[in-house]
């Protein structure tokens, strides 16, 4: 069976472009190991999403790889996935492949994040009240390469590493661009749902130092106008304005250290505790005796 070796850039944006320049130099390998250059056609992720269903098939035919760039794939997984389903029946070549590039926001655009899942989903689900499995080997694979940026795609820069996420663990998009070294994720189980979970922790990481700058500046608003109240000569004590800054405020600080240091793990540590008094019965005696001299 001869293979095709056209890919379809979706995304006219920044990253679209850099990707589509990439590609250009890039080669397709079939499955005898033969390699052809890529024939790259890129197209706006918008006009193509406005497409119906046959007109996007019809784009999609007797393609080989698609590289989507834009945003909000889970919005279009579905008429996607009915294209792509469309397109594969009327090729004559092997099933396409998916690559997702796209990296949404956690939070901004927290929708989004399983984009993939939710595309190899629809393409893997007949009907929307049957079970979808993560086992199904659909010829149709999807993949999600992240830790790559605009310059590591566009092929300008040193060799880098592409982690990639999907359908099939431990295998990898047979695509090759220039200085883009596709590798499989470094996990058990390196699938879309694992893709999806780290960029959530990753996120949670980040937010943790957020929240522990919030609260940090919390607490010292508060124990310095507690300070202030309590000490200064013109509300409840003997301390001139003078001392405000090098007395008063130091003790602030002092409180706020002494609070994100010591209270808020001591906190943790009950928020820790109650989650095993919760499953006491569930726990062996060891951790049980742990617990109890904690």
Excluded at 13 to 37: C, I, P, S, Y
Excluded at 38 to 58: E, N
Excluded at 151 to 160: K, L, M, P, W
Excluded at 171 to 179: H, R
């Amino acid at each position: 069976m001869s293979f095709s070796n056209k890919v379809i850039v979706i995304g006219k944006g920044r990253f679209g472009n850099a990707t589509a320049q990439g590609l250009r130099e890039g080669f397709v390998e079939g499955v005898d190991g033969k390699r052809m250059k890529c024939d790259v056609v890129q197209v706006s992720a918008t006009r193509f999403t406005s497409l119906s269903v046959s007109d996007m098939a019809d784009e999609l035919q007797d393609t080989a790889f698609v590289a989507y760039c834009g945003t909000k794939l889970s919005e279009y997984a579905v008429r996607i996935a009915l294209a792509i389903q469309k397109a594969t029946k009327q090729s004559s070549g092997p099933a396409l492949e998916f690559i997702d590039f796209s990296n949404p926001d956690p939070i901004h655009e927290k929708a989004d994040v399983s984009g993939a899942i939710d595309l190899w989903a629809a393409l893997n689900t007949q009907g929307k009240d049957e079970e979808v499995t993560k086992n199904d080997g659909s010829a149709i694979k999807v993949w999600k390469i992240t830790e790559v940026g605009s310059a590591d795609v566009s092929g300008i820069t040193s060799n880098t590493d592409g982690l990639v996420y999907g359908s099939h663990p431990g295998q990898v998009p047979k695509i090759t661009i220039p200085n883009l070294s596709l590798t499989p994720a470094p996990s058990p189980n390196a699938d879309l749902f694992e893709e999806a979970r780290h960029m959530v922790m990753e996120r949670a990481g980040i937010d943790c130092w957020h929240d522990g700058n919030v609260m940090g500046l919390a607490v010292f608003a508060l124990t310095a106008m507690y300070a202030i109240l309590r000490y200064n000569v013109n509300v409840n004590g003997s301390e001139p304005h003078s001392n405000i800054v090098m007395y008063l405020l130091d003790k602030a600080f002092a409180w706020t250290g002494l609070w994100m240091m010591v209270v808020s793990p001591f906190a943790g540590n009950l928020l820790a505790l109650g989650s095993i008094y919760q499953k006491w019965s569930k726990i062996d005696s060891l951790q049980k005796i742990v617990t109890l001299f904690r």
